[in-house]
């Protein structure tokens, strides 16, 4: 489960419903100030468990560097809402889902090209929406994601998730994970509104979207031929330690897909949240190499 750093929006940022032709998603949304050279569009997705306050440490950097950054919530994640329904989290689904907002941010830019960047499930959801659609994105990054299914360790911890959220309400099995990790639940309690945050985001979001995500992670074949096939370039970071995927395959499935390989100094699984400054530096420097010139295009608002 990813930690954000702090939950309070940068001056640059707002938070709103972002409408699209596959309904409305909640995200934050920061944007370059009028000093700063408009170079290009994030649209950042979030992992397993996450949303979009994971790279609320982001924005603000990626702003400063020219970049409009919107996190999103998926479908049945903390603040969008989502249907009782397992089927209507099918990567299929979400892929379609990540299609639409990056449609909706370029016409409302008025410029083609958004970089793409998923977060661990994340970044499975957008490989597969580039896998059907690469035509709406510049570049692809993916970040502590591996190119199939989680650890062994991790698949039996998320089997087991899977079978209590079939049979408890979220807040008896919120209440289980709580006892079961409880160095980091003392942890949270330390942070100002952390362990209050974590706890509405987890009975916010939907269960079905939980248990049919989770078997994802558990099933998810290994595509990287696939993705290496797409003319699109990609940048696939990590920390130096993550327990979803080892780190020497993710350094392979780079090797393979021929990408920008980071692993960011000090970081785990969320680079985003523990190393937000050397994150933001390692993505500004692999997207400046794809960008056309600032001010290309129309200027953003």
Known sequence: MSRPPFLTLPACASAYRLATAR??????????????????????????????????????????????????????????????????????????????????????DGRPGIHLLG??????????????????????????????????????????????????????VWREMQRRDAENAAADGKAPGLADFLHRRWTTTVPEQLMATGRQLIEEPDRTAELAAVPLPKHVISGVLDYAWPVPRITEMAKELSAHRTIVSGAGHSPNAERPAETAEALVGFWRTTDPEPGAGRAEA
């Open 23 to 108: 309904g409305e998603f909640a995200v934050h949304d920061a944007r370059p100030g009028p000093a700063s050279p408009r170079r290009g569009t994030v649209l950042l997705v979030p992992g397993f468990t996450g949303s979009k306050e994971d790279f609320i440490a982001l924005l603000e950097p990626l702003a400063a560097a020219g970049y409009r950054a919107v996190a999103v919530d998926g479908r049945g994640q903390h603040e969008t809402p989502g249907p009782r329904d397992e089927a209507a989290y099918a990567q299929d689904e979400l892929a379609r889902d990540v299609l639409a907002q990056a449609a909706a941010l370029t016409a409302e």
């Open 119 to 172: 977060h661990s499930l994340g970044g499975l959801i957008t490989r597969a929406a580039v896998l059907a659609d690469a035509s709406p994105f510049r570049s692809l990054t993916v970040m502590s994601s591996g190119a199939g299914s989680i650890s062994a360790t991790q698949q039996a911890r998320t089997r087991e998730l899977i079978q209590a959220l079939a049979v408890l309400d979220m807040e008896s």
